[in-house]
């Protein structure tokens, strides 16, 4: 019997233990509470934030995003585009298989982006792809080629976005991508108890770096004080969006870590410019003026948060940093007030979901100060929807001259910001211009901007178009919030994309 080495026995000893701590990281399980539940288990099939964050260990595109927000090759190699931009040529990579064992090819892209340009499919993102996207075609079993209805700057962005996600062509034809997703990401759907949570397994298969935890476990609260809770309790590792108000206490709790970056949600209130008093460009400048933001920011988002300058937030790179053209200034608004003839004040109406009727609150005690009587109608998520997006005689019965809402688009696309809610074509029901505004001028400088593949140039445009928007006042602009989420110290490889998309892929827990 051949005797080992003591140095051989201390090896393998070593070896053991370095394979013993790898089994035991990657048995471990990442917890996330978010505010809300997924939508859909369908990527083309949701526009919501949260529901990215659920779907995104899942699927993958052609192209996504480091951590340092740069554009970066994903399930494509390289890709380019013809002179005139029309036509964008992407290369796949070899090699991939989906969760259901489907090969990545050609055919497999085509179609998941054919599904997107068919409206009988009725997804709801599909809109922002079809209105750019003309065709989708395979060239050879590795290639794929673009073509766009006029050039858009923004194509590799949108690309780059859940909407450009691709989903297995088996899955698809099979017709339960809505409830049991299927991509090609380092994590695979395992169960979904709707109201209770979504839990994923690592993918064995996975083209890339095998994932260091063995599964991903996502539950959800609209409680804020739960989401807090959880998170200092130890019963979840990731909490995301953490309320403002518990930011200060996590980030003095050793144990936890506090996400704390710009964020891209713009909150604003839609004037409906068809109301009375709200068809006159001086009284909206009016309420603008008699809007103390910075007051906003500091009691409702305990200062987490940047008062609005221009449509754009402060991540967005055309954003414009020498604006401010409405400073709080009372004595300002009461003389537009009264050259346009509303001396004595007026009445208006402003419908609000609860999360949101703190900011109508502070605004009508604001806007009292004006002659301004601001009632303030507190709906439910479903009945605001369908008050709010309401056509314009809808809108005049029900008697609605106002709407707080936010938006984001993530920080990298500023024609996904303008045209849904400024451009005439985007009116309600079919777009998110909840008050119906219209300026051709600006219509125009969207459609320009968005086709400049200058990039110094389009960003003038944009910041003309934010000069505009101002100037029109169509919005009484608030402010943009920072995205705040806290973690477990003993959590590694978190990471934020601004809109409060937390990335949780390459995450890992410490012993």
Do not use: C
Request: proline residues 6%; hydrophobic residues 45%; glycine residues 8%.
């Amino acid at each position: 019997m051949n005797k080992l080495p003591i140095h051989g026995l201390r090896r393998i000893l070593l070896a053991s233990s370095v394979s013993l701590l790898a089994i035991g990281a990657q048995a471990q399980t990442l917890r996330i509470m978010q505010s809300e539940p997924p939508r859909s288990m369908d990527p083309a099939d949701q526009t919501a934030s949260f529901t990215q964050v659920v779907l995104a260990p899942m699927y993958e595109g052609l192209i996504g995003r480091s951590s340092d927000m740069e554009i970066v090759p994903v399930l494509a190699t390289d890709w380019s585009h013809d002179d005139s931009g029309l036509v964008w040529t992407f290369n796949l990579r070899e090699g991939v298989t989906f969760h259901d064992g489907t090969a990545l090819d050609s055919a497999a892209v085509v179609n998941s982006f054919q599904r997107l340009l068919d409206p009988a499919r009725g997804l709801a993102a599909a809109g922002r792809m079809r209105a750019v996207l003309a065709d989708v075609e395979a060239d050879g079993d590795m290639q794929v080629n673009f073509t766009l209805h006029s050039p858009y700057a923004g194509f590799v962005d949108l690309m780059a976005t859940a909407v450009g996600w691709i989903v297995s062509p088996t899955a698809d034809g099979a017709g339960n991508l809505g409830t049991a997703a299927v991509g090609t990401g380092p994590f695979r759907f395992q169960e979904w108890e709707s109201g209770e949570y979504v839990s994923q397994t690592a993918f064995d298969g996975y083209w890339g770096d095998q994932p260091q935890l063995e599964g991903l476990h996502f539950t959800w609260s609209s409680e804020p004080s739960v989401l807090s809770m959880a998170v200092q309790s130890g019963e979840v590792d990731v909490v995301n969006p953490l309320p403002p108000i518990f930011a200060q206490t996590i980030a003095n709790n050793p144990e936890l870590d506090l996400i704390d970056q710009p964020g891209s949600s713009m909150f604003w209130v839609s004037l409906n410019v068809q109301s009375d008093a709200l068809e006159h460009q001086a009284v909206r400048q009016a309420l603008n003026f008699a809007t103390n933001k910075d007051a906003l920011v500091q009691a409702l988002l305990r200062g987490y948060g940047t008062p609005a300058t221009s449509p754009l937030s402060p991540t967005n790179p055309a954003w414009d940093d020498t604006l401010n053209p409405y400073p709080y200034d009372v004595e300002k608004a009461l003389e537009l007030l009264d050259a346009a003839g509303f001396a004595d004040g007026f009445s208006m109406s402003v419908a609000v979901q609860e999360p949101e009727a703190s900011i109508a609150e502070a605004l009508q005690a604001m806007w009292g100060e004006i002659g301004v009587d601001l009632q303030i109608r507190r709906l439910e998520s479903g009945v605001w929807s369908e008050a709010a997006f309401n056509d314009p005689d809808a809108k005049a019965a029900d008697g609605l001259d106002a709407v707080i809402a936010s938006w984001s688009s993530g920080s990298f696309n500023s024609d996904l910001q303008f045209r849904p809610l400024y451009a005439t074509s985007s009116w309600a029901p079919g777009g998110a211009n909840l008050g119906f505004f219209s300026s051709g001028a600006l219509d125009d400088l969207i459609d320009r901007a968005a086709s400049e593949l200058d990039a110094d140039a389009r960003r003038d445009l944009y910041v003309e178009a934010q000069k505009l928007v101002n100037e029109e006042a169509p919005h009484v602009l608030l402010y943009s919030t920072r995205d705040l989420a806290a973690m477990r110290q003993s959590v590694d490889g978190v990471w934020l994309i601004p809109g409060g998309v937390v990335q949780v892929a390459g995450a890992s827990i410490a012993d």
